[in-house]
């Protein structure tokens, strides 16, 4: 039974979303649905001696009410957006014991992901550096690439019938609209099971411990160790149907 995971592209995204990404056969990145401002799409957090603190994309949204993820264009110009999140990563993880394994490659990264001034590639970008630093083989797979149609669970049900898949795992939080929308999953015979995590503690710079940081904090901090501490967090997902 193949299992599809259908999940908005957050920058720079917490460790669950790619333990997600970890149980399925298809990850499908949704990007033609609408952008909300200050979402995960558009922020995440890293550890600092302050506590957890915003790393923000600046976008344009002025006059482009309703556009979708795909279409939204970064406000500040491309290099200077990468120097200010890669010089908030090196003041506060230079010290972190894997620092200068990850470093480097990730400020390139960063570069050549923000330098066409679209959110989408930016995120996507940094999401496929991080898959290959954590040892994932999974693709990307975008819903904008898909033949389906719908709203909400009527649309990923219908993404999932169309890449073949009669197991959907869903991130935690969309439970409500998904019992709405039941009946198009049961029409084709879609099953649903909720991503349950529980967010494992590992080394980082500063105490207290505080979770859900960017997996960029796990790496900085566990190196090799980080795909083997992210599934530590793994629990018996919840079967909703």
Request: charged share 20%; proline share 4%; hydrophobic share 40%.
């Amino acid at each position: 039974m193949k299992r599809a995971v259908i999940t908005q592209p957050t920058f720079l995204p917490w460790l669950g979303w790619f333990d997600l990404m970890d149980q399925s056969d298809y990850f499908i990145v949704l990007d033609d649905v609408g952008f909300s401002k200050q979402s995960w799409v558009q922020r995440n957090r890293i550890r600092t001696s302050r506590g957890l603190e915003y790393l923000t994309v600046p976008t344009r949204t002025t006059g482009r009410l309703g556009q979708h993820i795909n279409q939204t264009i970064i406000e500040t110009q491309p290099a200077r957006l990468s120097r200010k999140i890669t010089r908030s990563v090196r003041q506060n993880y230079v010290k972190a014991q894997f620092f200068d394994q990850y470093f480097e490659s990730f400020y390139d990264a960063f570069l050549t992901a923000a330098a066409s001034g679209n959110l989408i590639d930016l995120n996507c970008g940094l999401i496929s550096w991080i898959i290959e630093a954590l040892g994932l083989e999974q693709q990307l797979i975008f819903s904008s690439n898909i033949p389906a149609i719908g709203q909400r669970g009527h649309y990923v049900a219908n993404l999932c019938k169309a890449v073949g898949v009669n197991r959907y795992l869903s991130p935690a939080g969309a439970k409500d609209y998904l019992i709405k929308d039941y009946d198009a999953f049961e029409t084709h015979n879609i099953s649903i099971e909720m991503h349950v995590y529980e967010h494992p503690v590992y080394r980082q710079c500063f105490d207290p411990f505080m979770p859900y940081a960017s997996v960029l904090d796990l790496l900085m901090n566990e190196g090799s160790d980080a795909m083997d501490i992210l599934r530590s967090g793994r629990c018996q997902n919840e079967t909703l149907f």
